[in-house]
C-alpha cells in the first residue's frame, strides 16, 4: 500500500492519523485496527507524513506526473473513500483541478470507457445523422467520420446524435 492507501484504510477503520506540532506522526484508534496498519505505518511513515502535510498547505502539490499536461477526465479520491468523476473544458492539469479539490487524496486522469452499442448503426440512423451534419453546416470530412465512428462504437453518442 502507498501512503494514500493507507491513510484512506485507516480512516475507513476509524484510526485517527495526525501531525503533531512537534512534527511527528500521531495515531490512535481501536488496538486491533492499530495492531494490524501499525507495520504499514512505520514502514510509509516518511511519505504519510508528506501526504498529511499536503492537506494543510493552501495550494495543494502536484504529483504523479500530470503536473504539465492538461486532461479532461479526473478521478478524485477523498479521506473518506469517496470517490468522485469530473470533466473539464477545456482539458485542465492536476494543479489546476486541485485548487477545485483541496480535500483531495488524489487527483488521476483517466479515458472513460464508452457503453458498446447493442447493434450495429443502421442505414436510416446513419443517413439521419449525415443529414443533421449537413443542415449545421459540417462539411469537414474528419469531422464527420469521427462522428460517424462515435456513433459506431459509443452507445451515449449514437443517443445524442440520433
Not at 54 to 74: C, M, T
Not at 115 to 134: C, F, N
Amino acid at each position: 500500500m502507498n501512503a494514500a492507501e493507507i491513510i484512506e484504510s485507516a480512516f475507513l477503520e476509524g484510526m485517527s492519523l495526525a501531525i503533531t506540532s512537534e512534527g511527528q506522526l500521531h495515531y490512535s484508534g481501536q488496538e486491533e485496527v492499530v495492531a494490524r496498519l501499525l507495520p504499514a505505518i512505520r514502514e510509509n511513515k516518511t511519505a504519510i507524513l508528506g501526504e498529511l502535510r499536503r492537506f494543510n498547505k493552501p495550494a495543494p502539490e502536484v504529483d504523479h506526473g500530470y503536473a504539465d499536461v492538461s486532461f479532461r477526465w479526473w478521478r478524485f479520491r477523498y479521506l473518506d473513500g469517496i470517490l468522485k468523476e469530473a470533466s473539464y473544458c477545456p482539458p485542465a492539469t492536476q494543479a489546476e483541478v486541485l485548487i477545485g479539490e483541496p480535500d483531495a487524496i488524489t487527483a488521476e486522469a483517466f479515458q472513460p470507457l464508452a457503453p458498446q452499442p447493442s447493434a450495429p448503426l443502421e442505414e436510416k440512423d446513419e443517413a439521419a445523422i449525415l443529414a443533421w451534419l449537413g443542415r449545421i453546416g459540417e462539411t469537414d470530412k474528419d469531422t464527420i467520420l469521427d462522428v460517424l465512428n462515435s456513433c459506431r462504437t459509443n452507445a451515449e453518442a449514437r443517443k445524442f446524435f440520433i
